[in-house]
C-alpha cells in the first residue's frame, strides 16, 4: 500500500513538473515570437564634391560635397551650356494638371542621412510647366532646367525648407523642349520622394 501511494506522489510530481516546464517553453516562444525586428538602413553612398560650371548664377556658399543620383534615362545636351540669370522661387502649393496634360515624370527618394542629394532627371520633352511634387519635408537649394538650345534656367529655392505638397517649378511660356532637370535637396524627413512633372 505504501509503494503504491508513494508511485501516486511521484506521478503527481512529475506531472507538476512536466506542466511548469511546458508553460515556460510556451512563454519563451511566445517572448520570442514578440521581437521585432528592424530592417537594417542601406549604406549611405559615397559624397562627390559638387559640380557647379563656370557662370552658374548663384554666388553664395553652396554645399561642399554631395551625394550623386543620376538621371534614371541618359539625354544629352549637344548644344553649348548658356547660364540664364537665377530666378528667384516663391513657394505656392498648386494643384497637379490632369493626367492627360502630363508629358513626362520621374521620382527619386533622398533620406535624412545623406544629407544634401544633386539628383538628376533626363526629361527629352515639349511642355509649357515644371512642377516638383514632395513626400516628406525637405530643404531645396536650387534647380536647374536644360533646354534643347543649351540654355540653363536656374530656380534659386534659396535653402528653405519645404512640406509635403506640389509646387510649380518654373513657367515655360509657350512651350520649350526641356532636356534634364537637376535638383539639389535635403531631406528633412526620414525618407522623401521628389517626383517632377512637365505638363503641356
Not at 512536466?18 to 559615397?46: D, Y
Not at 534615362?73 to 513657394?91: D, E, F, G, S
Not at 509646387?167 to 537637376?182: A, N, P, S
Request: charged share 20%; hydrophobic share 45%; net charge positive.
Amino acid at each position: 500500500m505504501k509503494r503504491h501511494t508513494n508511485l501516486n506522489r511521484a506521478s503527481i510530481v512529475f506531472a507538476v513538473a512536466l506542466f511548469v516546464f511546458l508553460a515556460a517553453t510556451g512563454s519563451m516562444a511566445q517572448r520570442r515570437r514578440a521581437v521585432v525586428v528592424h530592417p537594417a538602413r542601406l549604406p549611405i553612398a559615397a559624397r562627390h564634391a559638387l559640380v557647379v560650371r563656370t557662370g552658374h548664377p548663384i554666388h553664395r556658399l553652396l554645399p561642399r560635397e554631395v551625394v550623386m543620383r543620376p538621371a534614371h534615362r541618359t539625354v544629352l545636351v549637344r548644344a553649348p551650356l548658356r547660364y540664364l540669370p537665377a530666378l528667384a522661387w516663391r513657394a505656392a502649393f498648386v494643384a497637379l494638371p490632369p493626367r492627360e496634360r502630363i508629358v513626362w515624370q520621374d521620382t527619386e527618394t533622398i533620406t535624412r542621412d545623406e544629407e544634401w542629394v544633386d539628383t538628376n532627371y533626363g526629361v527629352d520633352g515639349n511642355g509649357n510647366a515644371l512642377f516638383l511634387h514632395l513626400e516628406g519635408t525637405a530643404q531645396l537649394n536650387f534647380a536647374e532646367v536644360t533646354y534643347e538650345n543649351g540654355n540653363v534656367q536656374v530656380v534659386d529655392f534659396n535653402e528653405e525648407s519645404h512640406s509635403a505638397g506640389t509646387y510649380k517649378i518654373l513657367d515655360l511660356g509657350g512651350g520649350e523642349h526641356v532636356m534634364t532637370v537637376r535638383v539639389l535637396a535635403k531631406s528633412e524627413s526620414d525618407d522623401t520622394k521628389l517626383a517632377v512633372y512637365l505638363s503641356k
